[in-house]
């Protein structure tokens, strides 16, 4: 062979290589949709959250229903749910001269149910997984109690079990289990509730609907629809985890 | 080889008493974080990982700078190393063992550790960092096991323990790149996540490895017969030398790009280590003592007078490993955390039980070493009588 | 080989003590094998007894897996019932007395399952035939 032709079939191999490889990363990527799955998603209404000053009804439900435990020492202390200031949970969004009713009060925070998340690509034991519908569920029988993914959570979603939780549940609830110490714990996505067509016990109970639960694989959902047509910030997408919490300002 | 480890003089036998005195204590206390569970550490919602995982880092270290005595023997012939390579091995042996029981006492359920083989995942670094360790100390066992014994009996090494030894020259760079890539890999940590963490652990290691081995050298020396001569210890420390100058510099680089980018979340950080941050200034005289310590460490390195005489050679080598000791076993873990991806910014400090745990392991890695190199010079017929 | 009589007879004392248990069993009268109290009304478990005494720490290990890993709540038991894969919701239900059911056999044998130190047993009120 000369060279010409040599030169030519090496670039015709490296280019049918590069454009199989570009082919194949956005099927490898952790977000492929699943043909015809669900994938879970939730709106939140900060001004419709906000008409009710200092309400924590959503947070109630949810720690009640999943047997959260209510630590007295704050640096032990377990959430799934809860209040952080705007600019703690916006990092990125420069807010000096924003509206101040918003950027002075608290939103709403829990996990995000990453789309590419990197909680889950840390774990040692995959105790920690992204399901086909989207929410990124916990197995506490597996769990091991390294506490990576919480090192890896560019949210600070996670919290773990410092101490024994069950004598700092008031009221147990038994249809649910409760954690032992020593391991991760976060927001499922009321995965014993949602497969049953039930949304999620924050959604349920908050008195200002200003929570939305959803599929985003539906094109004629509601949530799809707001989302057409209000725009809605994510938490740190630039860190490119995909979060899929919305969040109307 | 192991009935030498039995016979001994008082000093031996009152050393390993000492040392199992503190490993009681540090397994009391063991029991007490099994049952109660890790909030008896003075770790928190925000600062998961403290001073267990900030130990078990800075001994990877340790355990893969015996490369820096067996490369030069093994693959450029350096003769003067010969002496030196079992002391290498077993100061890996003993460092990789006290990683081990770092990461185990840091568990939150240790009775479930198998998981990490029963449920392999490879996206994960710690299944690395598993594998990585676990054929590291396999490694060395073989390794310092054949080659003792090839001594004891007066004979060569046989050929096939030769290509072990090669690889575990790249196996050692690997323990501690992996442990570096657990953390620059992750976007939620921008204080960790820098391309030139896993250089920095290996130069940190280079030089306080090799200091710890000039130092253990000279102290065995002392109580037995056993004189390497002059010439492998000075060729270490030129190696710490070098070592500890590339730290430095990549300190300093790492201090540039965060402070001249000024991207907050990376100044953050570095004011909480240097200058402290909204009130927590726990580290911050730990940081400049290690950075004094560290300046004094390479002007008594770098002049070659004060590298050749011994006395100033011994307090650059304490100063290297004591510099090293806090940037690495205090200063780095906790600033990962500090501030929170919340912004939150949570102290921390090793509570009693939490520093008598760690103490406890390192009494093992003490007992370990001693027990071996017992051995390694009984063999050698060098103990002092 | 040296010190011969010395040896044999440490093996024998070693023996000796480390099989006491095996003797004390053998002579003295040991704990009776407990009879679990079954408090329902119920006439069908979600197998046999033989299979659920062989086999329920596999029945539950395989349910936990289900639910927690699969998301597959419910089933068909060998017996034909439909039910949820749940120890304090189906098995508890049925079987709420967890001292005198599980706790009977799991103290005699030394086995200590973990189970109960996330999933709520119960307050034992038998549950009534649903006839």
């Not at chain 1, 101490?163 to 008031?170: F, Q, T």
Request: charged fraction near 15%.
């Amino acid at each position: 062979m000369n060279q010409g032709r040599r030169s030519f079939l090496k670039t015709a191999a490296l280019g049918a290589l590069g454009a199989a490889a570009t082919h194949a990363l956005p099927a490898a990527a952790e977000g492929a949709k699943a043909a015809g799955g669900r994938r879970w998603a939730m709106l939140i209404d900060t001004r419709k959250c906000l008409e009710k000053k200092g309400c924590m009804k959503c947070a109630e439900a949810c720690h009640e229903a999943h047997n959260v435990p209510a630590l007295p020492n704050p640096r032990h202390e377990v959430k799934w749910i809860w209040k952080e200031g705007f600019r703690q949970a916006f990092p990125d969004q420069e807010a000096e001269y924003f509206d101040e009713t918003l950027t002075t009060s608290k939103v709403l925070v829990f996990c995000n149910h990453c789309d590419r998340p990197p909680c889950v690509r840390v774990c040692p034991t995959q105790a920690t997984w992204r399901r086909s519908d989207g929410i990124v569920m916990m197995d506490w029988h597996r769990c091991i109690g390294c506490r990576y993914c919480v090192a890896a959570c560019p949210y600070g979603s996670r919290s773990f079990n410092w101490v024994d939780p069950r004598p700092h549940i008031a009221q147990l609830t038994p249809d649910y289990p409760t954690r032992t110490r020593g391991v991760v714990e976060k927001c499922t996505f009321c995965d014993e509730r949602v497969p049953e067509g039930r949304p999620p016990a924050c959604v349920e109970a908050c008195e200002a609907k200003a929570l939305m639960f959803g599929d985003l694989a539906d094109p004629a959902s509601e949530i799809r629809g707001v989302l057409r047509t209000r725009f809605a910030v994510r938490r740190r997408p630039g860190l490119g985890t995909h979060p899929e919490i919305f969040y109307l300002v | 080889m192991l009935e030498k480890a039995l016979v001994g003089n008082r000093s031996y036998w009152g050393w390993l008493a000492v040392l199992a005195g503190i490993i009681a204590v540090g397994a009391f206390f063991y029991l007490r974080q099994f049952s109660v569970g890790l909030g008896i550490t003075g770790l928190s919602r925000d600062v998961t990982w403290g001073f267990y995982i900030a130990q078990f880092t800075f001994l990877v270290g340790v355990a893969a700078s015996a490369v820096m005595v067996v490369l030069p023997y093994y693959l450029h012939n350096y003769k003067a190393f010969g002496k030196m390579t079992i002391l290498g091995e077993f100061l890996a042996i003993a460092a990789v063992i006290m990683c081990m029981l770092f990461i185990f006492v840091d568990m939150g359920q240790p009775t479930r550790v198998l998981n990490v083989i029963f449920h392999p995942t490879p996206k994960s670094l710690m299944f690395w960092d598993m594998v990585s360790l676990s054929g590291y100390l396999v490694l060395n066992v073989l390794i310092s096991h054949v080659t003792l014994d090839a001594e004891r009996k007066g004979i060569a090494p046989p050929k096939w323990i030769k290509p072990i030894i090669i690889l575990s020259i790249p196996w050692a760079i690997s323990i501690h790149t992996v442990t570096a890539f657990l953390y620059s890999g992750l976007a939620a940590r921008p204080f960790w996540m820098t391309a030139v963490l896993a250089p920095r652990f290996l130069a940190s290691a280079f030089a306080a490895g090799p200091a710890l081995l000039i130092l253990m050298t000279l102290l065995i020396r002392k109580l037995t017969r056993f004189d390497p001569g002059k010439e492998p210890l000075q060729r270490l420390a030129v190696i710490v030398t070098y070592a500890m100058t590339i730290n430095v510099f990549l300190i300093l680089m790492e201090l540039f790009t965060g402070l001249y980018s000024a991207i907050p979340e990376h100044v953050a950080h570095f004011q909480f280590l240097y200058l402290g941050l909204e009130g927590n200034t726990a580290l911050v005289p730990w940081m400049w003592t290690s950075v004094a310590l560290s300046v004094v460490a390479l002007v008594l390195l770098l002049n070659p007078r004060t590298r050749v005489n011994e006395p100033t050679m011994v307090m650059a080598c304490v100063a290297v490993f004591v510099s090293i000791w806090i940037d690495k076993g205090l200063g780095m873990v906790v600033t990962g955390f500090v501030p929170s991806p919340l912004g939150h910014v949570t102290s921390y400090w090793p509570t009693l039980p939490e520093v008598a745990i760690s103490l406890g392991i390192y009494a093992i890695g003490a007992l370990v070493i001693t027990v071996f190199y017992h051995i390694a010079l009984a063999v050698r017929g060098e103990i002092a009588h | 080989m040296y010190d011969g009589g010395k040896i044999l007879a440490g093996i024998a004392v070693f023996l000796l003590v480390v099989l006491l248990p095996v003797w004390h069993n053998a002579f003295v009268a040991s704990a009776p094998r407990p009879e679990v109290k079954i408090v329902t009304q119920e006439k069908q478990c979600v197998d046999s007894a033989a299979a659920m005494r062989a086999t329920h720490m596999n029945v539950l290990d395989q349910w936990r897996d289900a639910v927690v890993r699969d998301g597959i709540r419910t089933t068909v038991t060998p017996t034909g019932m439909h039910v949820s894969m749940s120890l304090t919701k189906t098995c508890m239900s049925c079987h709420p007395n967890k001292k005198e059911f599980c706790d009977a056999c799991h103290n005699y044998l030394a086995v200590s399952p973990t189970c109960w130190q996330c999933h709520v047993e119960p307050r034992p009120e038998p549950k009534e035939s649903s006839s």
